[in-house]
């Protein structure tokens, strides 16, 4: 089975394409530019360079290699971002998904998207796969448009949403406790807020529910997260016990002190039972998802 990833440059690609590699399938990493990936000499990998916003780039991609699983997890995916240059989140974000599906309809591959959270308007939290989304900034709109088109799409579909992803960071990217741990190391007063709550999810954790839902070929929509509920503050304050250092630098704080572009939703956090049920996920505690973070 030919399973092509966007985004495989990314945090969740490293894992994603680590754990097919794993379980044998063929894999075809795609992203913009160099390979950033260490699995070249894997005789079951191969990396192409696609922009999945340019229509002729997929085309020649897809001509080539015709897959038969999709997995989306490229996106823009930074909120103020995607606040402040609207024009060009509505390009990734919606259309390149539109442009994916169009190819993937051509061969009938089977399409995993990868969503958020901020679907949700976090007015409530917990929330399970048939809730209203109802997004308030602009990423969460244009993922929620994008998960539209998803289900729109006439063959195989699944619609992945997952919560604030951390571990170990092999692309270089930051998440958040990688950014504690180097406030923390450099002694620095950190804000962290103490009113917006979250069910934090392990990157390897999201990786192995994605992994079963092509191995089950499991459709529809999934909430993959972790199932400790915490704030980022809560995550920060466990981080500085773990790494056994002062965490009096750690300042709790309210959404309302930060000016940022793109509003949060104050409640999200997944309940996971589907998932439980049906593709048998069952993530680490944040203990644990810390431990193999700072292994």
């Not at 360079?49 to 080539?64: L, R, Y």
């Not at 929330?127 to 088109?149: C, F, H, M, Q």
């Not at 503050?233 to 000016?259: C, G, P, W």
Request: proline residues 4%; aromatic residues 10%.
């Amino acid at each position: 089975m030919k399973i092509l990833i966007t985004g495989a440059n990314g945090f969740l690609g490293y894992y994603l394409t680590e754990q097919l590699l794993g379980k044998k399938f063929s894999v075809i990493a795609t992203g913009k530019g160099e390979c950033r990936l260490p699995f070249t000499h894997d005789k079951n990998f191969q990396y192409l360079s696609m922009d999945f916003t340019d229509p002729f780039s997929i085309h020649d991609v897809f001509e080539n290699i015709k897959p038969d699983v999709v997995i989306h997890a490229g996106a823009m995916s930074k909120p103020d971002e995607c606040e402040t240059n609207q024009m060009l989140a509505y390009l990734v974000n919606v259309e390149g998904t539109v442009q994916l599906l169009i190819n993937s309809a051509d061969i009938k591959s089977f399409f995993i998207y990868l969503s958020t959270d901020f679907v949700f308007d976090g007015e409530r939290g917990m929330y399970r796969e048939d809730d209203i989304p109802n997004p308030v900034n602009y990423y969460g709109r244009t993922k929620l448009e994008a998960e539209e088109a998803v289900k729109e799409y006439e063959f195989d579909w699944a619609i992945v949403r997952t919560v604030l992803v951390y571990g170990k960071n092999h692309s270089g990217h930051n998440n958040i406790l990688k950014i504690i741990k180097e406030k923390l190391e450099k002694g620095e007063e950190y804000n962290v807020v103490d009113d917006q709550v979250r069910t934090p999810t392990y990157v390897e954790d999201l990786a192995k529910g994605i992994v079963s839902i092509v191995e089950k070929k499991a459709t529809g929509i999934f909430h993959l997260s972790g199932k400790d509920i915490l704030t980022p503050y809560q995550m920060a304050i466990k981080t500085a016990e773990h790494l056994q250092v002062d965490n009096s630098i750690i300042k709790r704080v309210t959404a309302v002190s930060f000016n940022q572009p793109a509003r949060r939703p104050l409640k999200t956090g997944f309940a996971i039972d589907k998932a439980r049920k049906e593709l048998g996920y069952e993530p680490l505690t944040f203990e644990e998802g810390l431990k193999k973070t700072f292994s």
